[in-house]
């Protein structure tokens, strides 16, 4: 059970990752003015 846990929080971490990764690509996007 507590590995489970722990396997659980690492994909969250890695799931949050993945989204402040795009949105920083996001915003790059809109400061060279692409969108």
């Not at 489970?4 to 003015?33: D, P, W």
Request: proline share 0%; glycine share 2%; hydrophobic share 25%.
């Amino acid at each position: 059970m507590f590995e489970q846990k722990s396997t659980r929080r690492k994909e969250k971490k890695s799931e949050s990752s993945k989204i402040t990764e795009a949105q920083k690509e996001v915003s790059l996007e809109k400061n060279s003015g692409v969108i």
